[in-house]
């Protein structure tokens, strides 16, 4: 969405700001020279009536600039569109960003595999010393226990190692994080600057022109309120 000055001055100053003014004016000569006509009392309330409608779709159109800001607090830039733009601008930063994510993801994989992997052994050891313990022939149940220990240790040896090569593995993981989170936050800056000084220099192209057009209307208020309690 482009809150920029042509999309808020078409607002601004559109038909309707006119349309006020010819009701002002319209209001201000029936003030002037209304009072020695016939027709004052019903040319003055259908001017009234014009310049009520007009303020009404005035005060609507406002509100609808007012929600598209609100809407624009929320659209203006987002942290995701930020790494989006700066990928777009540098071609080295989106090659090495593509790759961390995929690597992020890999680093995820292996640690969800390293957990059922423990969780499933544990439970199948257990079962297994259950069925051992159900024999009733005393020689093979110590047999098959005896086997069942044997395996375990041999499981324990490789869950070691496997524990040893994720500590190792999250630590060239940390340091690269931190490289690439620097990294985020470098492109990510140039960026949200770059947006931010273009989005204040529209706002203070659009103060300037408001700022035109409350002034207008300013004195022709004040005019009109001045011939009415004359």
Known sequence: MNFGTR??????????????????????????????????????????????????????????????????????????????????????????????????????????????????????????ENRANSITNEQLKAKMLQRIN???ENYTIRLKQGRNGINKLDDANTKVWDTMTALEISYGLEVVEEKLTQTFQEIDMMIESVMKELKGLSRESELLLTIRFE
């Not at 569109?81 to 292996?110: G, L, N, P, S």
């Open 7 to 128: 999309n808020f001055s078409g607002i601004v100053n559109s038909v309707l700001l006119n349309r006020m003014r010819t009701v002002i004016a319209i209001v201000i000569f029936i003030a002037i020279t209304g009072c020695r006509s016939d027709d004052t009392s019903k040319a003055l309330p259908e001017a009234r009536s014009m310049f009520k409608e007009v303020l009404i779709e005035f005060n609507a159109q406002r509100e609808k600039v007012k929600q598209e800001f609100e809407e624009g607090k929320n659209t203006l830039l987002t942290f995701q569109e930020a790494m989006k733009t700066a990928q777009d601008k540098d071609a080295e930063f989106a090659k090495v960003y593509t790759k961390w994510k995929r690597i992020k993801a890999e680093v995820k994989q292996i640690h969800e595999k390293f957990a059922n992997l423990v969780s499933g052994a544990d439970v199948l050891y257990a079962e297994f």
């Open 150 to 152: 044997e395996s375990k």
